[in-house]
């Protein structure tokens, strides 16, 4: 990667540090201490309101804990300008380029979207009444305190273990939170914050509640001048999806950085818990803009999240980075994982540089890995292909992670989908900038994503790379089957200023 988003991830990495302890997530006390934390007291969060907004995080792929000096994973535009000294395998893990450490970024960003969402819920839940009462009209921070009781601050904790803490770190992120201002402690008086209540009429979503904090949590915020609000939760009225999203900037060093990320959160009765994270970073500065998107998907393994034992989830996360020169370096990591370890392979895709790495790789509960595989193709100078092992994959313990065949790690989804026309065709990597990669949404007909960019009932990626053998793709649809013949499919990209753009396309979808 180029020296913007270096410097990215150096000031975001600054934010939160790593202390690896040993686990004991799962110990009778821990359990015994959650089940009555979360079955004999009564929650702070008002019942019409989502209580979670996520799939629980898995400690393996856990974001590190805050607060104790973080270690920076610096990765190059292109890995070759790696100097080889110890082996492609070597040098490629110590530069801390691994599928793991890319799903810790994803949960790092899940965090910061969730850290605080069982505060947001609770002190939002101070409001509801009167934000229900007139709908569509900003209720100014304050309107109601909310003094913060032991049952509150046990909410505070449960949100922060279902981040991939153990109580032990659970307590000790809370108690940095508390310290930087961001949680409040027992017995403080919050107001409540500036907030707006919508029903809504389409088929995604019945209500959305928009709302802001002052920097200060204890001091009111005004309703914004600007009708933007920091943070937005959509959710059926049945809680069996929910929508929530957060807005982050920065300026350093004159390099402007800007994050949007949002998880959509689908809990059906009798399937599987999901959470789809979409994230869009731009890297703004001299003179250039270099873009960077992210689709990170988490499914737990089992219907019921009861018996869905050490937080075990399907996983795939796809990366796209867009340089200023056109450029697109594409990375996609598919596995699984629970608390105690886990297995993914990871493809990365460098078609201007003309070098692909395949990577395979487990990794234990501290997120330590245990064997790493690396197969290289040098797309202009086959002689320089190599392949390298280090470690030793354990079946024993990581078999239970490992799949394949055309099913392998494949969503359960409501219906499956694919394209009238096939791809390329339909508009869909045939236009110049398009060829090598392209993506697109499924939207509910009639629904344009460039007004409702979050009504998406589905996602996915259209590749032709050098050493694929051909055009490949794939799609993960949300929706339900009756939404199928009159969805509409739009292209999705990062225009040169940083802003999201959609195109109808002429290609449409058929249930297989």
Not at 121 to 141: D, E
Not at 158 to 184: D, M, W
């Amino acid at each position: 990667m180029n020296h913007l988003v270096l410097i990215f991830f150096l000031v975001f990495f600054a934010l939160i540090g790593c202390k690896k302890e040993k686990d004991e997530s799962n110990s009778l006390e821990a359990l015994v201490s959650r089940f009555l934390v979360r079955n004999l007291l009564s929650s702070s969060i008002n019942s019409e309101l989502p209580s979670n907004l996520s799939v629980a995080v898995p400690r393996s792929i856990r974001k590190p804990s805050s607060g104790l000096g973080a270690s920076v994973r610096k990765v190059p535009k292109s890995i070759k300008s790696i100097i080889s000294s110890k082996g492609i395998a070597q040098d490629t893990f110590d530069y801390g380029f691994t599928g793991q450490a890319f799903l810790t970024e994803g949960t790092s960003i899940v965090s910061e979207i969730l850290r605080d969402s069982k505060r947001d819920l609770v002190l939002v839940s101070g409001a509801y009444g009167a934000a229900k009462s007139n709908p569509g009209v900003c209720i100014p921070g304050g309107t109601s305190t909310v003094r913060i009781t032991q049952t509150m601050e046990n909410e505070f904790l449960t949100g922060i273990e279902r981040l991939g803490l153990s109580p032990e770190e659970a307590r000790g992120e809370l108690v940095s939170l508390q310290n930087e201002g961001i949680l409040p402690f027992i017995g403080q008086a919050v107001p409540t914050p500036a907030m707006v209540y919508r029903t809504l009429s389409n088929n995604e979503y019945d209500v959305e509640i928009e709302y802001s904090f002052a920097e200060s949590i204890g001091t009111p915020q005004p309703c914004p001048a600007n009708n933007r609000f920091q943070k937005s939760i959509k959710f059926k009225s049945d809680k069996t999806k929910i929508f929530s999203s957060i807005t982050r900037s920065l300026k350093v060093f004159g390099i402007s950085l800007s994050v949007e990320a949002s998880i959509t959160y689908i809990s059906q009765e009798g399937k599987k818990d999901k959470a789809i994270l979409n994230i869009k970073q731009v890297t703004t500065g001299s003179g250039s803009t270099d873009k960077s998107t992210t689709r990170f998907t988490f499914e737990e393994c089992e219907n019921d999240t009861n018996s869905n034992a050490n937080n075990c989830v399907t996983l795939s996360y796809s990366n796209v980075y867009d340089t200023t020169a056109g450029d697109k370096i594409t990375t996609s990591v598919k596995g699984k994982s629970n608390d105690f370890g886990g297995y993914v392979t990871t493809e990365y895709i460098d078609n201007a540089n003309q070098e692909e790495y395949y990577l395979e790789e487990t990794y234990n509960a501290n997120g330590d890995t245990e064997y790493f595989a690396v197969d290289y193709y040098d797309i202009a100078t086959p002689a320089n292909d190599d392949y390298e092992e280090l470690g030793y994959f354990d079946y024993d313990i990581y078999g239970q992670f490992y799949e394949t065949g055309a099913n392998a790690y494949q969503f359960e989804w409501d219906a499956f989908v694919d394209f009238v026309i096939a791809l390329p065709g339909g508009n869909i990597g045939v236009d110049a900038g398009f060829i090598e990669y392209d993506a697109y949404v499924i939207m509910p007909n009639g629904v344009d994503p460039n007004t409702y960019p979050d009504e998406y009932i589905g996602w996915g990626e259209f590749f032709n790379n050098v050493n694929s053998g051909g055009p490949v793709y794939y799609i993960d649809f949300y929706g339900t089957a009756d939404q199928i013949p009159s969805a509409d499919v739009y292209r999705y990209f990062i225009d040169s200023n940083g802003n999201e753009q959609y195109t109808l396309v002429g290609n449409t979808v058929v249930q297989i």
